[in-house]
């Protein structure tokens, strides 16, 4: 599985940016697909997730309320939607898939990652 981010940019604090994750082939019915992202010095960060079959959604409270994760299985590609941007949302986001929901806040535990997008929010 290929995963390929865009979507990324610069955008004002409070601003609006929406990010995809285009997959290779179809995802297999149990794949988990997650966004994290990771800022200059630090590790990476569970941002949200969402269940390929079940379009079931899992957010960071850090983001919650903020950003917005769908599907469009029809392309294969996913969508993180990321509204009233603050200048701590900046870094390089990266989506990956694993099998594993259960387990959907652990890096570790996803096979596939994209190249990653950078978002950079000036306050």
């Known amino acids: 599985v290929q995963l390929q981010a865009s979507g990324g940019g610069v955008v004002q604090a409070g601003g609006s940016l929406r990010i995809s994750c285009a997959a290779s082939?179809?995802?297999?019915?149990?794949?988990?697909i997650g966004w994290f992202r990771q800022a200059p010095g630090k590790g990476r960060e569970f941002v949200s997730a969402?269940?390929?079959?079940?379009?079931?959604?899992y957010y960071a409270d850090s983001v919650k309320g903020r950003f917005t994760f769908s599907r469009d299985k029809a392309k294969s590609t996913v969508y993180l939607q990321m509204d009233s941007l603050k200048p701590e949302d900046t870094a390089v986001y990266y989506c990956?898939?694993?099998?594993?929901?259960?387990?959907?806040?652990?890096?570790?535990?996803?096979?596939?990652w994209g190249q990653g997008t950078e978002v950079t929010v000036s306050s």
């Open positions: 969402i269940g390929w079959h079940t379009d079931s959604t």
């Open positions: 082939g179809r995802p297999e019915s149990d794949t988990t």
């Open positions: 990956g898939t694993t099998d594993k929901w259960r387990f959907l806040k652990l890096a570790s535990k996803y096979k596939y």
